[in-house]
């Protein structure tokens, strides 16, 4: 898989893997991303370079994943340092490329990004009532930090895994 930034043009492909995502997240009963994917939203997450896909050798975008800086302040508290991170958001995989490791590729490569960038950890959090992805996580080196029941959040199972700091910026592989 090549990662690279995502641009303008990539909007519809990033889109569809979130409707993808969610109808197939709503076959499997959870609930999460039941919505229309807010487009608005990707959009200006992609003009600010905060959205990167993933490549298949034929240059079809089959992954994708938001990286940013944003803490929510609804979740991560002043003591765990949450300048020291970056945050994974919206990270998704095509569903006919699921069981590849993709979504591991995908993170190592957000994980070099935030060593390259002096950061310590990543960082993400999912919904409370997903626990088939809270599994994934956990199996896949993930430290579960801690739950947050704001009841009107529906996600707050919060994760994050070290990284280790390198002068080397991930390629676009």
Not at 2 to 20: K, M
Not at 77 to 83: A, F, G, L, Q, S
Not at 124 to 151: E, F
Request: glycine share 8%; proline share 5%.
């Amino acid at each position: 898989m090549i990662v690279r930034s995502a641009g303008s043009n990539d909007l519809d492909a990033v889109l569809d893997l979130f409707r993808e995502a969610s109808r197939w997240l709503a076959g499997k009963g959870v609930d999460q991303w039941q919505w229309e994917p807010r487009a608005e939203q990707v959009r200006g997450d992609i003009e600010q370079g905060n959205v990167f896909v993933g490549e298949d050798d034929s240059g079809r975008i089959i992954a994708t994943v938001t990286v940013d800086t944003f803490a929510d302040p609804d979740f991560w508290r002043p003591e765990d340092d949450p300048d020291s991170a970056l945050y994974v958001h919206r990270m998704i995989v095509a569903r006919e490329h699921a069981g590849r490791r993709l979504g591991e590729e995908l993170t190592r490569w957000v994980e070099r990004l935030a060593g390259a960038l002096g950061y310590d950890h990543v960082r993400l959090d999912c919904y409370r009532s997903n626990i088939g992805l809270q599994r994934y996580y956990k199996t896949h080196g993930w430290t579960h930090v801690r739950t947050v029941d704001a009841p009107w959040r529906p996600s707050g199972t919060l994760f994050q895994r070290p990284v280790s700091r390198s002068n080397v910026v991930p390629s676009e592989e």
